[in-house]
């Protein structure tokens, strides 16, 4: 006897057909989920930089400020003897570097500011509640505006810097402050928001921004270099991240020569050079970056 053969049930056109657009959908979700992200960034950015045209007050003050800085204090050292100062040709090219990293600090540690505003007024509980594709949208909205905004602000003092007498980097030197101040900016951002979450209201937080701004700003190189200091301030100084960003920025504008083994910083432990310097700018940001994690998984959940 032949064996017996069990027929196989046709498959009409019709089946055919939803399993193709069931495989369909299974390929193009994750593109439509990533495509949603976007549009959503797209759009809390947008709402914040809408914000910033109904108050243009914060940016103008926020760019008049550092010039103000750049031009009063620079003059108050214009007949300091030369050398005083290291390799700066002038106290004006000296301070450049600490007003802008310190300008930029100074915007990304306000970066918890809107988000804490709508937490208070209710606007994050609607955006919890929505169907979101990632709620970590919210935060990097907050970083892109920041970046944005610290880049403004960049470009004000550099241009500002250039009149006085600072000078001005080559193209690729420009490129490398780019990269310190969105560094900074980074680190600085993810601990402001950070703080946003964590704390119960905007008093607590401006009162942590009050608190930190100055301090950080005297226990850094923005104002002195480091050999003006007794060896307690350096220690601190050389553990302060702004520190790295703006003896590197300062490097550029002074050398023209310069390359990531040029020693832009001796510290009490030895010395720190242009990819040294920028390693410690990624180590914060990466440590900043891990350190809230865990807080904005539990808040936006």
Known sequence: MSPTTTPQPAVTSSQARDKSL??????????????????????????????????PSTLIAGIIQPLMWLVLFGALFQNAPPGLFGDSQNYGQFLGAGV??????????NAGLPVMFDREFGFLNRLLVAPLASRFSIVLASAIFIATLSLLQSA?????????GAGLP??????????????LVLGVTALSLGLAFALPGHIELIAVIFVTNLPLLFASTALAPLSFMPHWLQVVATLNPLSYAIEAIRFLYIHSDWSL???????????????????????????????????????LS
């Open 261 to 299: 083994g040029s020693v832009v910083m001796q510290s009490p432990w030895g010395a720190i050079t242009m990819g040294g310097a920028l390693l410690v700018l990624l180590v914060f940001d990466a440590i900043a970056l891990v350190g809230i994690q865990p807080l904005l998984q539990r808040r």
């Open 156 to 164: 004000a003092i550099v241009v500002t810097g250039a009149f006085l």
């Open 170 to 183: 080559d193209l690729v030197g420009l490129g490398v402050v780019i990269a310190v101040v969105l560094l």
């Open 100 to 109: 802008l990293v310190f300008t930029a600090f100074g915007g990304a540690l």
């Open 22 to 55: 069931a495989s369909a959908r299974q390929m193009s979700a994750p593109r439509s989920q990533v495509g949603d992200f976007v549009q959503e960034t797209i759009a809390l950015t947008r709402r914040l930089f809408i914000q910033l045209q109904r108050r």
